[in-house]
């Protein structure tokens, strides 16, 4: 520690004693992705965000559903969906051991099994990339756009060019790309390629206003992790 000085120990400890002090009666450990605490809690999405107050949203691609229990330990009411049954159950068991009963079901990103203008927030956490083609994707957001309400709010994450998964991959159309990960259950696999956050935010802009983008990083050293981020609001 370092020597304080008397006005910068006063401001240290009004800032524990207040900002922080709040910030820490908020905090909550969830099995998902902190950042996505992050985005929401911080108000980086936009103000009203911080909590669910009963809202709905979709997770979209949900997996093994731990992003979905994040937000409903929110406050949102939430459902999800994932590519097969098998999955869902997966998904279904794994929610429940967090004491939560969320409705899972069967839909893919281009047919999603909702009712127009559903949900007040959307989440595709790497999954539109799975995709095949252009064509494919503009249904996808289509898709999106649909199942929210009138200035509902979407966030995206995709593959960034440069994100491991995709290193020795091989591009075999346009925009299209075979993974190259022997062992890994993707091997193989052709994955839609956004190549910028200039490209990614073209596509939404068709349904969506109020577009940002940026990308999210980790470093594990041998294996960089990347992806390119996209939120906005339907108008």
């Known amino acids: 520690m370092v020597n304080m000085s008397e006005d910068f120990e006063q401001r240290h400890n009004e800032y524990y004693h207040t900002t922080r002090h709040a910030q820490n009666n908020r905090r909550i450990s969830a099995p998902g992705m902190q950042y996505l605490l992050h985005l929401l809690r911080g108000g980086y999405l936009g103000s009203g965000l911080q909590e669910g107050n009963g809202r709905k949203m979709l997770d979209v691609g949900c997996g093994s559903g731990f992003n979905s229990v994040t937000f409903a330990m929110m406050g949102w009411e939430v459902e999800a969906c994932e590519i097969n049954q098998e999955i869902v159950e997966h998904a279904r068991r794994t929610i429940k051991a967090y004491g939560f009963d969320i409705h899972v079901k069967v839909g893919e990103n281009e047919n999603l099994p909702y009712e127009d203008g559903s949900f007040d927030f959307l ?71 956004f190549s910028s956050e200039e490209m990614l935010a073209r596509y939404f802009s068709t349904h969506f206003g109020h577009i940002m983008t940026g990308e999210n990083r980790f470093d594990f050293f041998t294996k960089q992790v990347r992806n390119l981020l996209l939120t906005g609001v339907k108008p």
């Not at 995709?131 to 960034?160: D, F």
């Open 123 to 193: 989440l595709s956490m790497n999954v539109i990339h799975y995709v095949q083609g252009e064509e494919a994707v503009k249904k996808t957001i289509g898709e999106y756009a649909r199942v929210l309400k009138k200035g509902g709010r979407i966030l995206v994450s995709t593959n960034h060019p440069d994100n491991w998964i995709l290193q020795g991959a091989e591009h075999v159309g346009e925009n299209i790309i075979r993974v190259n990960l022997p062992g890994d259950y993707r091997d193989g696999q052709n994955l839609f390629l």
